[in-house]
């Protein structure tokens, strides 16, 4: 699949992906992308924002891709069962462990558990062995049940601006490459 055959979703997640981090940078750069806008960014309700992500895989026009980073990817995946288009892959970044009583701020437990059925669809999940918000274990141990590829990012943190990964092109290959095996 090619850029212009995809409607690409940005899932942003806690506290939006600001104009440094790799997401925002994506979505300049890739034609079809949009992001997914939530209203209130700083205090995730799960059945809103699972809601406004479902709104646009079903509005969407081409097939879907999705591209997810940390609580984006709690949205995406508890938002599934909303979806009645399909989504044709996705590229998930950093998953929090939603159902770790330590995560901070409390309230995004209301994301978890995450179901652990294989997604109905190619996926890949990214791990870093140092998240703040999930461990590398949790993040293998989810790819796993999804039946999705993982990918170890190494000592990466929290995979955003923060921690160093504003362009991330190490992410922009390997995301390009599983785009390039998805089927329009």
Known sequence: ?????????????????????????????????????????????????????????????RPVVVIAHSL??????????????????????????VENPAIRPRHLMTFGPYPREP???PSIVVGSRNDPFGSFDHAGDIANAWG???????EAGHINAESGHGPWPEGTM???????????
Request: glycine share 6%; proline share 6%.
């Open 1 to 61: 699949m090619k850029v212009a055959q995809a409607d690409i979703l940005i899932v942003p997640g806690y506290k939006n992906s600001g104009p440094g981090h790799w997401q925002s940078r994506w979505q300049q750069k890739l034609s079809t992308a949009r992001r997914v806008e939530q209203d209130a960014w700083s205090k995730p309700v799960r059945e809103d924002w699972t809601a406004r992500f479902a709104e646009c895989v079903n509005t969407a026009e």
């Open 72 to 97: 984006g990817v709690a949205t995406a995946i508890q938002a599934l069962s909303e979806c009645t288009k399909p989504i044709a892959g996705a590229f998930l970044v950093a998953p929090p462990d």
């Open 119 to 121: 997604l109905p669809f």
């Open 148 to 154: 999705s590829m993982f990918i170890d990012a190494g």
């Open 174 to 184: 390997v995301f390009a490459h599983f785009l390039a095996r998805l089927k329009a």
